[in-house]
């Protein structure tokens, strides 16, 4: 069996290893003129990782990240808002809970598991037409390429999706974020504690990586998209809108390379009614991109792979894509519509409001937080079949 994948990815490339163990024949095609490490960091919940084993990738990525075993809401000031204990979680399933890696050895350790002759790079894809039983894509140097079976994993902006659903719409968050790589560690940083810290209409988030570097990001509420005030911000600006901060928040600030930093609007997917269409198959954020708050855009994405692996792994092509839509559709729905209420809430902007919110915030009960969150990490998966 063939397929052609459109993206390499986090999802494109998840997909490939899967499809590979079912001994399929898969061609990447990227639209990047070269694969090199990009991004900053993200984290990995207990869902990703179990899909990841599911994927035979587990090992590999692990061994780039950094395990974390606490995650604390804090306030400006570094009042402990909420924890959440992932070493109970871990205990409870059996397996690590939590874990932050560079975005860009994530992609490294699945560029290991792929043979680079698949993968093929300066082709963007820039239309999708279904002609028979096969999908014709077209690709921006003229070149067309037809396929009985395509995953599309090309990203938000993704050409595939925008063909066989025209009607998609991006949905603008409201705020902007800032992320960067910082070298060494505080004096006294946990490395295995991720925190992230609420203002008024503004949070920073800081975790160690390994490599003794600390990823952050830093959020800032936005009334349009490309407010130049916010685009044009170079680090000296991102460190002034976060002076009043706790340490080692300016510490970390400090330290960070002037270049190294990359800002971006925050948007997500307003949901679209299937993730198939005809031999099309969309994935990660082609599919269902979500906003960060909840650190399940990645996650997602290795979802996609180990489901629809599984399934193609026991079902002909038409049968696996149907499921595939049963399986995914309302999974996604739910996380991005509890990412997007997270996000409402931790940017609200008014300094008399948001002593409220860090009071409610404060009082919401352990256990009821750690049924919230049971829900969004507590996923079981299919064995793949592989052929090996």
């Known amino acids: 069996m063939r397929a052609v994948i459109i993206g390499a990815g986090i999802a494109g490339l998840a997909v490939a290893k899967g499809l590979r163990l079912l001994g399929w024949e898969t061609e990447i095609y990227e639209q990047a003129s070269e694969l090199k490490p990009l991004g900053a960091g993200l984290s990995l919940s207990a869902n990703a990782l179990r899909a990841l084993r599911v994927l035979g990738l587990y090992e590999t990525v692990v061994a780039e990240a950094q395990p974390i075993h606490r995650l604390d809401l804090l306030d400006d000031e570094g009042h402990v808002l909420q924890s959440t204990d992932f070493q109970r979680f871990s205990q409870r399933y059996g397996h690590l809970s939590m874990a932050v890696l560079h975005r860009g050895d994530l992609h490294r350790a699945l560029l290991t598991e792929l043979p680079r002759s698949v993968i093929r790079t300066d082709m963007e894809c820039v239309d999708a037409r279904q002609v028979g039983e096969k999908i014709v894509l077209h690709f921006a140097d003229g070149e067309i390429v037809e396929s009985e079976l395509v995953l599309a994993c090309d990203g938000i902006h993704s050409a595939v999706r925008r063909a066989f659903f025209p009607e998609s719409r991006e949905h603008f968050a409201r705020y902007a974020c800032w992320r960067a790589i910082s070298p060494g560690l505080p ?71 002037a270049d190294s930093l990359i800002w971006t609007d925050i948007l997500d997917l307003d949901p679209i009614p299937s993730f198939t269409r005809g031999n099309a198959v969309l994935l990660g954020d082609a599919a269902h991109a979500v906003t960060p708050d909840l650190g399940q855009g990645a996650g997602l994405a290795m979802e996609d792979a180990a489901v629809l692996t599984a399934l193609f792994g026991r079902l002909p092509a038409d049968e696996a894509l149907r499921e595939y839509d049963k399986r995914r559709l309302d999974r996604a729905r739910r996380v991005a519509a509890e990412s997007r209420l997270y996000a409402k809430v931790a940017q609200w902007q008014n300094p008399l409001v948001v002593p409220l919110r860090n009071f409610l915030v404060k009082s919401i009960p352990e256990r009821f937080m750690d049924q919230q969150l049971d829900a969004v990490l507590d996923v079981t998966f299919e064995p793949v079949r592989s052929v090996a």
Do not use: N
């Open 187 to 257: 004096q006294g940083m946990d490395p295995a504690r991720l925190t992230e810290s609420w203002g008024a209409g503004k949070r920073i988030g800081l975790a160690a990586i390994p490599g003794e570097r600390v990823y952050w990001f830093a959020c800032c509420g936005a009334e349009r998209l490309h407010d130049p005030k916010l685009a044009q911000a170079d680090l000296a600006g991102v460190k002034a809108m976060f002076s009043g901060f706790h340490d080692p928040v300016p510490e970390v600030l400090d330290r960070t390379p």
